[in-house]
């Protein structure tokens, strides 16, 4: 089955710098990436997804990249702000009839 | 305001006793799913269902049951046969088909002693 590794486990920045996450997927049939935020206490919300005929998608400050020869994808913060310190998760979908396979998540601290 | 209810937000129980987690959607979508969070392990899918009376396992089904009655309302049953089960449980619901978003519960702490 499908299996999404993602990295770093953890990131600090300072506010104003970039952030970028990093995952890579392992079903080459996968073709839709979604990003969810997790803020503490509350389940996750989506902030941005990209599908396998898209390279590049982006939304404001954040923007997400898509590589499918070497089956990994990133998202990318720009100009970090306090409020982006959360749990970030990557995820990709296997096929039609199935679910969402999670990432282990990031940890996004943006310090002031 | 339409979303998904899980509830309650913190449950204890005894080892060996079974327990069910409520969750309920007024998105009146079609598929809902069940995600198990433990830190540094993401979200694991325990299991999922794209049709009323119908569910299919996840990666980590053992030890739990769910039943899909009604299109707004999953349970989830934690059974004595779950080894760890003490999380952060997580309850989604979705349109069916590529791309549809996962709309999230704001979950349920499972402490188990």
């Known amino acids: 089955g499908e299996n999404v590794e993602q990295h770093p486990s953890t990131l600090s920045v300072q506010e104003g710098d970039s952030a970028v996450i990093k995952c890579t997927y392992s079903?080459?049939?996968?073709?839709?990436f979604p990003w969810y935020k997790q803020e503490l206490g509350k389940g996750p919300q989506l902030i941005i997804d990209?599908?396998?005929?898209?390279g590049e998608k982006k939304d404001q400050r954040i923007a997400v990249t898509l590589n499918k020869t070497a089956k990994h994808f990133s998202l990318h913060i720009t100009e970090t702000q306090p409020e982006d310190s959360a749990v970030y998760f990557c995820a990709a979908f296997p096929q039609a009839g199935t679910a969402l396979i999670f990432g282990k998540g990031t940890t996004l601290s943006v310090s002031s | 305001d339409g979303g998904i209810t899980q509830s309650p937000k913190y449950l204890f129980r005894k080892e060996g006793q079974n327990v069910t987690l409520s969750c309920e959607q007024n998105l009146n979508h079609d598929a809902m799913y069940w995600y198990r969070q433990d830190p540094g392990q993401g979200l694991r899918l325990i299991y999922y269902s794209q049709i009323v009376n119908d569910f299919q396992k996840g990666d980590i089904a053992e030890g739990y049951s769910v039943s899909r009655e009604k299109k707004e309302s999953f349970p989830l049953t934690v059974t004595s046969a779950q080894k760890n089960p003490t999380a952060f449980y997580l309850c989604a619901s979705s349109e069916t088909g590529l791309g549809a978003t996962l709309h999230f519960g704001n979950g349920t702490r499972l402490t188990v002693t």
């Open positions: 990209i599908r396998s005929n898209v």
């Open positions: 079903d080459s049939a996968s073709n839709y």
